[in-house]
């Protein structure tokens, strides 16, 4: 039962994390099919520079977060302007690498300025532990998924009741359609990756207290997340965030009863076996391409 | 004005000559000196290790020269970073030996960086000291002819102290291991299943972990599950603060006997106050500032103001008595020739260093300067590592 308790509850809170950074390559996906591979150091910027406002410039949180999240849309904004734009104009798929480069210039620039030393981010909900069924949780932990499922339900209402919203969707529909009707597709695009950026900083908020805040830390967040993504189907909004907690559970309860040296071998193998059954993933549509 | 081709030329020659001796005259004064080379992490991660193990040896370097020097000659420190790569660090040291013409290198923070270069040392016969890497087959190497000593904890020796201070000091019979999932971690998990062979106990379980795991809890509950009465940690600071972490979201008080990642930084502020629960082995601690070795570090750089400051102090007394040791080999041998010093190695006598007094410290069947008799076990409180006392 504790074993149980222990691998649903550790499970649940990796999930979420996945989720919400997967949710950010699901918005850049739909509305241009590409992504920023630089995702996890988006995580890892979101983290650093609450730690750097907080910490360092002793900001309130209530300043210093949204501040950090607007940096990190900044920073999504830069990467769409000068790491995929030039080579989507021309056809090219280098954006591809470009993004990933874009992913180690930053952690490296992080490491030069923010410090080689992992430094922690206070959060008074990680000072004590909560005792459920023989196992405990941090009130933080329980903070990600909620916060995970408000912005999969915020995102879903600003598609669906807000103009920008339409907008975006129309972008995804017909570009060329939506260019007609006025809407400026080149700033939907680049709002697009400012929000994915933001959500992965968000995830960097969120998960800094119970991890430590340094340059590599987003690193393997960003690569499950491209894996939940991909597993979730990329079009689908709910199918990433369904898509994020299922990788985290099988992730978690692996670990719990096979053992750490399977978790790896076995969450990886099933997500290629899936794909094999379903290569748009669980949730996703075949995209329709017309000749 | 018609142009003078041979005043150019002469001009030119004059000029060339003048370069030449410009060059060739502190080539000479080097020439004089005795080159040590060093191969070690100075950037990266394990910078401030690396930072560590330089201000040791320039130390050292000081105090020898200060006494006059070896065989009359000067020492002098060429330093190559290996960027805790091993390739990089092959490559360092080969261009030490082959083109600044070492007589011996001091190096390897890391493992893996270690292991690269002690074939070439051997090869090469020469003398390769080690202040820092602890994996037991550096030393242990196998070869003929060993060039590679050692003055740092060893594995091994790690493993059977910190078995022995979990069955002493808590009367653990079953304990857990929760090792990083990397070379490290499996050069400890032979050691520990060693030491507990040993002593006929039985483990609670052995899990891994990788050094960017947010949570350890399932490891670490199946370790309580199967019954562990103790924890064997081996990890760097920031995944042994995750396992401390963990144990703290589980409300799980057990003892934990730990090799000495900790000590590299700043294990209290990320793991909180339950960081103090780990127990951990060291080779040395400053107790005081009044302690001669400190004080001359603050003389030397003045930006050390606390003992806070000079984390890891082990890097820096292990660097400063192999610094010492090599410095009494060269002497004893009478020449800079590899095989010379390595005879000599074996037979230095009264060497006084900050972690002890070394007479015979290496044997051919034991190359390590450092035995388990020679660790302390510590902890930190209030962001400083101070020792166990029982």
């Known amino acids: 039962m504790t074993l149980f308790v222990t691998a649903l509850v550790t499970g649940i809170g990796l999930g979420a994390m996945y989720g919400l950074i997967a949710l950010g390559f699901q918005i850049t996906y739909s509305v241009c099919s590409r992504v920023n591979f630089a995702q996890g150091s988006m995580v890892m910027l979101g983290a650093v520079l609450g730690f750097v406002l907080t910490q360092r410039a002793g900001l309130p949180v209530i300043v210093a977060y949204p501040l950090a999240l607007l940096g990190c849309g900044l920073m999504g904004m830069l990467v769409e302007l000068c790491l995929v734009r030039p080579f989507a104009v021309r056809g090219s798929e280098a954006w591809l690498m470009a993004t990933v480069a874009g992913g180690i210039l930053l952690d490296n620039t992080v490491l030069f300025t923010f410090g080689n030393e992992p430094r922690s981010l206070p959060s008074p909900l990680v000072e004590t532990s909560w005792q459920i069924l023989g196992t405990g949780v941090f009130p933080q932990q329980l903070l990600i998924p909620v916060a995970a499922i408000g912005c999969a339900v915020a995102l879903q209402l600003l598609f669906r009741r807000t103009r920008q919203g339409r907008a975006l969707l129309a972008v995804v529909q017909n570009p060329d359609a939506a260019r007609l009707m006025g809407i400026n597709t080149t700033l939907m695009i680049s709002g697009s990756f400012a929000l994915s950026a933001m959500l992965a900083g968000a995830a960097g908020l969120l998960i800094a207290p119970l991890f430590s805040v340094h340059s590599d830390m987003g690193t393997l967040f960003g690569i499950k997340a491209f894996a939940v993504a991909i597993l979730g189907g990329m079009t689908s909004a709910w199918g990433v965030m369904i898509a994020g907690f299922l990788y985290g559970l099988v992730e978690a309860f692996v670990t719990t009863y096979l053992g750490s040296s399977h978790t790896y071998i076995l969450t990886f193998a099933l997500l290629i076996a899936v794909l094999a059954v379903k290569p748009h993933g669980l949730f996703g549509q075949a995209a329709l391409r017309k000749v | ?390």
């Open chain 2, 1 to 390: 004005m018609p142009m003078r081709p041979s005043l150019t030329r002469r001009l030119m020659l004059a000029g060339a000559a003048a370069l030449s001796l410009g060059t060739a005259l502190p080539a000479l004064a080097q020439d004089d000196a005795i080159k040590i080379g060093l191969v070690a992490a100075l950037s990266g991660q394990s910078a401030k290790s690396g930072e560590a193990i330089t201000r040791g040896i320039t130390l050292a370097l000081d105090k020898i020269n200060g006494d006059g020097g070896v065989l009359g000659r000067q020492l002098e420190l060429v330093s190559r970073d290996d960027e805790s790569n091993p390739g990089k660090g092959l490559i360092a040291a080969r261009e030490l030996v082959q083109r600044e013409g070492v007589a011996a290198m001091i190096g390897g923070l890391d493992t893996p960086v270690s292991l690269a270069i002690v074939p070439f040392a051997n090869d090469a016969q020469v003398p390769f000291i080690g202040p820092w890497a602890a994996g037991t087959p550096i030393t242990q190497n196998g070869a003929e002819e060993n060039y590679v000593f050692r003055v740092s904890a060893v594995d091994e020796f790690v493993d059977e102290a910190i078995t022995e201070y979990l069955v002493s000091e808590y009367g653990s019979q079953k304990p857990g291991m929760i090792l990083i999932n990397n070379p490290w971690g499996e050069s400890n998990e032979k050691g520990l299943t060693k030491a507990l062979e040993k002593r006929g106990m039985k483990h609670a379980g052995i899990e891994k972990f990788e050094s960017n795991d947010v949570d350890v809890v399932p490891q670490l509950t199946r370790l309580k599950e199967n019954g562990a009465d103790g924890l064997f940690l081996v990890a760097n600071v920031a995944p042994s603060a995750q396992v401390v972490k963990s144990l703290d979201r589980m409300g799980w008080d057990v003892p934990i006997a730990s090799h000495w990642g900790p000590a590299g930084g700043r294990f209290t502020e990320l793991a909180g106050p339950s960081g103090e629960k780990v127990h951990f082995i060291q080779t040395f601690l400053f107790t005081d500032t009044a302690h001669p070795l400190f004080v001359a570090l603050q003389e030397k750089f003045p930006e050390i103001e606390t003992l806070a400051d000079v984390t890891p102090a082990t890097g820096i007394a292990n660097a400063y008595d192999a610094t010492l040791l090599l410095a009494a080999a060269i002497e004893k041998a009478g020449s800079t020739d590899g095989p010379a010093i390595r005879q000599a190695m074996y037979e230095i006598e009264g060497v006084e260093g900050v972690i002890k007094t070394y007479d015979m410290p290496f044997t051919t069947d034991n190359q390590d300067a450092l035995g388990p008799e020679d660790y302390i076990f510590a902890n930190f409180v209030e962001g400083e590592i101070v020792p166990l006392t029982d």
